[in-house]
């Protein structure tokens, strides 16, 4: 018996799925496209005032914009196995530098907020580095215990007291609505991790409470809350900001006065920059506009989501944990913040994600979105060259041979 010799398979390659979401990057793109053409509307008198040029921020945000691609582009380059492998290290970085804030003389204080540190020149937000920074921990934690998260409390509790140390350094600052969001992000994390719903439960009121009753310890913090339910009532004092910004989203009607047009950013409505930019949205391009930024932000973030569940189903566990976690991260700013312009949250510092001002915003939001395009492509499976399974050679019957007589 002499088996016949089979020809070699040519590979076949395949490249009808690109490496990326088309669907994610239209979204981002757009939102980033806008955020430009929105900072240079908004902040054109107040550029021309304090700077004397008009797009003055308008260039710093496209130079965030620019050295934040930079720094996404090495993360993305790095792949998800070396983040994964330093990110007890970043954590340790974001936790320096949340500390090195309070230190005199390292940190900057402005509006009587201790969140930046000024380093040859260069002006660092601490709290922006620990948002990424908490992100890629939680991440790598969750998959190195992901039994414990799921069947023990203390696998729940020790994230969250990770997290507590981080809370207890910004509230320090003071930075509530950074620390809100890193709350409401880490219990999220852990939750689509595989969390038991009742303990999920237990301490997102324990955190509520503590939230509630630090509000309550703070009279300027109660302040805020008494005028945002009511800020006509306080138009001249603690409700002024929130009264100009329901004056902009009312003078913008169905299809806004026109971009560039606003009256609220000539110094009525103040942070229209950052904080506000969403309003001048509403008066300039009116509900339309502002739907449709609302429409964009939930396509992002359901995006993202879908890249995260494309990951778990393909066993990546911790590019799904990144994708999550940063999907919660834009959503929960985004929602925070246009909840903040329409007078349904009281007034917190969070920006807008991609269309506010805010160099290290822009820079981390930037890094954020290279992890996720990472997480995309690799969670696909690479197609490039696919060669059908190997089968045994066929038996082919032959006369016997007179050696095999003898």
């Known amino acids: 018996m002499t088996q016949a010799v089979r020809k070699p398979v040519p590979v076949m390659r395949i490249h009808d799925e690109p490496r990326f979401d088309p669907w994610f990057v239209f979204a981002l793109v757009t939102l980033v496209a806008l955020g430009i053409v929105m900072v240079a509307s908004a902040s054109i008198a107040l550029g021309a005032r304090n700077h004397g040029t008009e797009f003055y921020y308008a260039k710093r945000h496209l130079f965030s914009l620019s050295m934040g691609s930079l720094f996404g582009y090495v993360l993305y380059r790095a792949g998800l196995d070396t983040i994964r492998r330093y990110s007890v290290f970043g954590l340790g970085i974001s936790i320096l530098l949340l500390m090195a804030v309070l230190v005199p003389g390292i940190g900057h204080r402005v509006n009587g907020a201790w969140r ?6 260069v002006t660092i937000q601490a709290s922006e580095v620990a948002k990424l920074g908490i992100i890629v921990y939680l991440a790598g934690y969750l998959v190195r215990h992901q039994l414990q998260v799921r ?3 203390w696998g729940f509790a020790k994230p969250i007291g990770v997290f507590g140390v981080i809370a207890l350094l910004l509230l320090a600052e003071p930075d509530m609505g950074t620390t809100i969001v890193l709350a409401a992000t880490t219990l999220g994390m852990v939750l689509l991790a595989g969390a038991p719903i009742p303990t999920f439960i237990g301490a997102g009121s324990i955190l509520a409470t503590l939230v509630g009753v630090l509000i309550v310890m703070e009279p300027y913090r109660l302040a805020r809350l008494s005028s945002y339910r009511n800020p006509f009532e306080h138009a001249e004092t603690s409700g002024y900001q929130l009264v100009q910004s329901l004056i902009a989203f009312g003078r ?6 026109g971009l560039g ?3 609220q950013k000539l110094f009525y409505l103040p942070e229209v920059h950052t904080d506000f930019i969403f309003a001048v949205i509403g008066e300039e391009l009116g509900l339309a506009g502002t739907v449709s930024v609302i429409l964009l932000f939930l396509f992002l973030v359901w995006r993202i989501f879908r890249i995260g569940e494309r990951a778990e189903r393909m066993g990546q566990t911790y590019g799904a944990n990144l994708a999550y976690g940063v999907a919660l991260l834009v959503g929960l700013e985004s929602f925070i913040n ?5 007078g349904f949250f009281p007034t917190k510092g969070l920006t807008l994600p991609f269309i506010s001002y805010g160099n290290n915003s822009t820079m981390v939001l ?11 492509h690799e969670s696909r499976t690479d197609r490039s060259a696919v060669t059908p399974p190997a089968e045994p050679p066929p038996v082919i019957d032959e006369p016997p041979s007179e050696l095999a007589h003898g």
């Open 116 to 121: 930046w540190l000024s380093i040859g020149g």
């Open 261 to 263: 047009n606003s009256v």
């Open 151 to 153: 069947q023990h409390l």
């Open 338 to 342: 246009i909840g903040v312009n329409m």
């Open 366 to 376: 930037c890094a954020a979105m290279a992890l996720v395009l990472r997480v995309a």
């Open 252 to 257: 913008g009607e169905w299809t806004g006065v």
